[in-house]
């Protein structure tokens, strides 16, 4: 059962918050600002994310990036040679994938999602559009959404 509350960046996604800013940054702030949220991950997605990181800037940022996130990420396993993202949505019982990979955010593709999982995959662009913390938290808590509660940058 997959739980709203869950969310999984593609590594794509997770290069493009750190290194160009935009739909991805404005997508997983809105994330980061929500201490009842989840990001979730594999330490292939976590791996792939980080080349992508030192092909976009240097080593050392990818390194750095990787210390902060390994603090902040729920890790999941999944088998190997698994897509690291739609495995880390699978096995950590996300209902999100963020990703830029149009044939995962595909018709074709949520339709042989959807007998395995409950899985929304959307571009981070999508995801700003249509996500709504207000109904999500007050349909996982018993109170009022209270509005961000964390700073996303730090």
Not at 8 to 17: C, G, I, R
Not at 118 to 131: G, Y
Not at 143 to 151: E, I, M, V, W
Request: glycine letters at 4%.
């Amino acid at each position: 059962m997959s739980d709203p509350t869950r969310i999984v960046a593609d590594a794509d996604v997770l290069a493009a918050d750190l290194c160009c800013g935009g739909p991805a940054r404005e997508a997983l702030d809105s994330v980061r600002a929500h201490s009842w949220l989840t990001l979730v991950a594999s330490e292939a997605l976590l791996d792939d994310a980080q080349a992508a990181i030192e092909n976009l800037a240097d080593e050392a940022l990818a390194s750095d990036w990787r210390d902060r996130i390994d603090r902040t990420v729920e890790r999941v396993d999944h088998p190997a040679g698994d897509h690291p993202g739609l495995a880390s949505a699978y096995h950590g019982e996300a209902a999100h994938l963020l990703t830029f990979e149009e044939t995962l955010a595909s018709a074709k593709t949520g339709l042989s999602l959807q007998p395995h999982a409950q899985l929304s995959v959307r571009s981070p662009t999508a995801f700003v559009a249509v996500f709504d913390p207000a109904p999500l938290y007050e349909a996982s808590h018993d109170s009022t959404y209270p509005g961000p509660d964390t700073d996303p940058r730090s």
